[in-house]
């Protein structure tokens, strides 16, 4: 009997797991304090954003999927999508980042150190602040801030989480990013510019090559702006001289 196409599709579909699980940086907030109930919250909505994106079967068989998928226990499943629905629908449109699925097994089954969550959460921040671009331009008062789970840069470092402040001060912030780099594929670029360059994706002299492309665009608008600050000044001296000598 020939094998139906369409039927092996969908088996080999099922059967693969998620490399990723994709959650608005706002359910980041709060995980340095407690982490356990981030990770919940995580699953939650992992279960529903996958759950209704699955338009054949029963409420269960779709579950079911799910839980293949996403490598989940198949547990509880009315109490999950209620509180996963319920963080979805509160979080529409928000900035998205994609979170490993070996690396949510690790935090959600081992205790880690307050610096290890850390680097967990300014790996994802800066994972949000790239999106899907190549590479991305970032300071770090919006990389606190999508630490802390906001969507906006702050203004200063007091408006962050107790906790997170820690983190803030200089050292720690130099520290994350130097683990980063060594540990978590981090690209970070910061000779001579406002602010760094960030990739996931790029070399380091790739990166190089894209700031300093940029560098090099905003000094020459700088100089046409500042030639056209001249010309506006100089035509103003010559107009006023042209009606001081025709009054």
Known sequence: MATNPKNKEEKINQSTKAEFINIPIQLLSGFLDDSRSSIRNIYYYALYSHFIKIDRGSSREK????????????????????????????YQNAPMTGIERNLFSDFNKLDKSDFEKACFLAYHALKSIVGNKTFQKADNRFLWARMDGRVKTIKDDSELSEKLRFFAQEYQT?????????????VYYAQQTRGYYVSFKLDLKSLIMEAMKRKRKSIEMLRLNNIRLLEKEVSGKLNKRSKDQNS
């Open 174 to 186: 130099l520290k994350i990013k130097r683990e980063l780099q060594e540990n978590w594929g981090l």
């Open 63 to 90: 579950y079911k999927a799910t839980c293949e998928w996403l490598n989940f226990q198949e547990l509880d499943r009315e109490e999950n999508l209620q509180r996963g629905r319920v963080l979805y629908e509160r």
